[in-house]
C-alpha cells in the first residue's frame, strides 16, 4: 500500500476493492436527478450489485427512502466472504464480515455464507408499519458466490431498470460493459483516469455515457473493513473504530440525466483569456499549435475561447464541465498509438501520436469542437 494518496488506481493494483461509500454522497448525487425529474426512480426497480447489503451506504440510502423515491422494487447483492479481494497483506478471519444482522436471522449457515453471496429484496410492507423501509428487508443466499457476471445476478441485471453501486475497481471496464450490454441506466462510481479507458471513451463521445453531478475535483472518504491497513496520508478512524480513507480522482458515471450537463461553460474570447488568465502558460504563449494536429492547445479548461471554433486539445477533466449542445466531442488521444475511431481528427505526421508542441508531448487529451448556437 502507498504511503501517501490513496487512489483508484492504487487500489486496482492492490486489488483492495472493499470500499464503502459514505452515504451523503449517495444522498447528493441523487437529489442532483430528482432536482432535474422527480420521476427519475418512480416505479423503478432498482438493483444494487457488488454491494455488501449488511455494510452498504447504498442499501441504506435506497431503502430509507424507498416510498419517498416511488420506487417498485430494490434488490442487492453480496459477494460470499471468501472472493472478497482485499489488500493482499492483510489477514482477515471469516467473523470479521460477519454482521449481528445475518448472525441473528433464522436463515444463516455459517458455512454458506463462506461460500455463498446474498441477496436482499425490498419490494412490500412486510412488518405493518405502514411504509416500506430498511426493516422490510428480506434475504436469502444466492446459489453462487454473488459475482456480477454470474447467471443469477445478470438474470437480477436483467429484471432491473437502474443499477446503482460502487464496483470493484479493479473491474470497471468490465462492470460497465455488463451493464451497456443490457442497455439499463445506471449510476456507479469510479476513477477519472476511466475516462481515457478505450471501453468507456466511445461511450463518452457518442453521448451514452457521462459523468455526474456532485463530485468534479479533490477527493471523497470511504469506509473500509477493519483489517484494512491505515497507510495513507489520508485517514481517520471514528469513535466507535470505523476506519475511513480519503480517496483522489472520484468520479460518478451515468446515463441519467441531470441539469448541470446541460450548462454552457461561461467563456472569454482568446484575447481576453490572454490578458486576464491566471495561468502562465496563456499569458506567456497564447494558445499554441500542436505539432502534429490541426487543432490548438488548451492546458485548462477554464481557458476555452468563447470566439474559436477550430479544433481544440483539452484536459481530460474537461468532462466535468461538458455540455453536449456547445460542444462536440471528436476524438482523445492518450497513448503513443493512432487508433483513428478513438483520436478522431488525423495525425499529421507519422511517429509518435501523442499531442506534442515544439517537440514535446503533453498529457491525455480530448479533441473538441464549440458548436455554432
Known sequence: ???????????????????????????????????????????????????????????????????????????????????????????ISFDDFLTDFEKNSPNYDEDTSKVCGKIFILEKDINNSGRIDLNDLQWEYLEGDGDFRSEEVTKLRDEADIIVTNPPFS?????????????????????????????????????????????????????????YPLEAAGYRVDEKGNKFIRVKGVRWFTNLDHGRRHQPISLMTMADNVKYSSHKEIKENGYQKYDNYDAIEIPYSDAIPSDYFGIMGVPITFIDKYCPEQFEILGMESSAGYNADIVGIPVLMTGDARPTINGKTTYARIFIRKKVI
Open 171 to 227: 473491474l470497471f471496464r468490465e462492470f460497465l460493459a455488463w451493464i451497456m450490454q443490457a442497455k439499463k441506466k445506471f449510476l456507479i462510481i469510479g476513477n477519472v483516469n476511466a475516462i481515457s479507458y478505450k471501453e468507456t471513451f466511445p461511450l463518452i463521445k457518442n453521448n451514452s455515457v457521462w459523468l455526474g453531478e456532485s463530485i468534479h475535483s479533490g477527493d471523497r472518504e470511504f469506509g473500509v473493513p477493519s483489517t
Open 1 to 91: 500500500m502507498p504511503k501517501k494518496n490513496d487512489t483508484l488506481s492504487e487500489a486496482k493494483t492492490k486489488k483492495s476493492d472493499e470500499f464503502y461509500t459514505q452515504f451523503e454522497d449517495i444522498q447528493r448525487e441523487v437529489n442532483a436527478y430528482l432536482e432535474y425529474n422527480p420521476d427519475t426512480f418512480k416505479g423503478k426497480t432498482v438493483l444494487l450489485p457488488c454491494d455488501d447489503p449488511e455494510w452498504s451506504n447504498f442499501t441504506r440510502f435506497f431503502a430509507q427512502n424507498f416510498d419517498i423515491l416511488g420506487l417498485k422494487k430494490l434488490i442487492s447483492t453480496s459477494y460470499a466472504t471468501e472472493s472478497k479481494k482485499l489488500h493482499e497483506s492483510v489477514q
